[in-house]
Each structure stands twice: as structure tokens, then as C-alpha cells.
């Protein structure tokens, strides 16, 4: 098993800037890969970013491309996504997954494990 705690949610301006944690525990040297998606209320979950754990391979939905940034740090266990230029359209609850096999890094059902979300506001 691997749990997951996202960090780092909250209220900001548009064209501010937030920075996610996703602290992994447990089982992680099996993890293969970790993604971020989101979930507005109403809409379903969009896959936002994923990386690779060995080859720092990322990917990236094309709503946030050049304005987001996934990066992980092997020795924390941790991944993070830094936000910035952000709208009020990124405003959903944002949740962390892992998954131990390659597969679409976009696809929500390819990941094993998740997080329980965190909530990112944006204003106008």
C-alpha cells in the first residue's frame, strides 16, 4: 500500500501562484509514476500533470502547459506542482495519485493509489 497527502491548496488571485505537496508513504519503491488531477464541482476528474519516478518523464494536460510544472524529489517521497498564472478556471479540488506500471499517464483508472484532495481556489 501507498498513501498519499496533498498540501499546499488554498485561495489565490488570478495570475498568482501556488505550489502542491504530495508526501508518499509505504510501499513507494513499487511506484512507477505520479499524477495530479483535478476535479471541479459539477465536472469530472482532469488528469492536470504526471511524472515518471526514474526518468523524471512528465506530461501534461494542454490547459495547464507552460503555466504548471510537475516535479519530484526521490529522497522526500514527495511530489509537487507548482501553479502559476493561475485563473478561476483551475479552481477545483486537487488530487494526487501513484500507480506502480506504466500506462496512459492520463488516465485516471491506470493509477493505484490516491490521495484525499486539496482545494485550490482561484479568484478574479
Known amino acids: 500500500q501507498v498513501q498519499l497527502v496533498e498540501s499546499g491548496g488554498g485561495l489565490a488571485q488570478a495570475g498568482g501562484s501556488l505550489r502542491l505537496s504530495c508526501a508518499a508513504s509505504?510501499?513507494?519503491?513499487?511506484?512507477?509514476?505520479m499524477g495530479w488531477f483535478r476535479q471541479a464541482p459539477g465536472s469530472e476528474r482532469q488528469f492536470v500533470a504526471a511524472?515518471?519516478?526514474?526518468?523524471?518523464?512528465?506530461y501534461y494536460a494542454d490547459s495547464v502547459k507552460g503555466r504548471f510544472t510537475i516535479s519530484g524529489d526521490n529522497a522526500k517521497n514527495t511530489v509537487y506542482l507548482q501553479m502559476n498564472r493561475l485563473k478561476p478556471e483551475d479552481t477545483a479540488v486537487y488530487y494526487c495519485?501513484?500507480?506502480?506500471?506504466?500506462?496512459?499517464?492520463?488516465?485516471?483508472?491506470?493509477?493505484?493509489?490516491w490521495g484525499q484532495g486539496t482545494q485550490v481556489t482561484v479568484s478574479s
Open positions: 495519485a501513484a500507480r506502480n506500471s506504466y500506462s496512459d499517464p492520463s488516465r485516471g483508472d491506470g493509477y493505484d493509489y
Open positions: 509505504g510501499r513507494t519503491f513499487s511506484t512507477y509514476a
Open positions: 511524472i515518471t519516478w526514474s526518468g523524471r518523464v512528465t
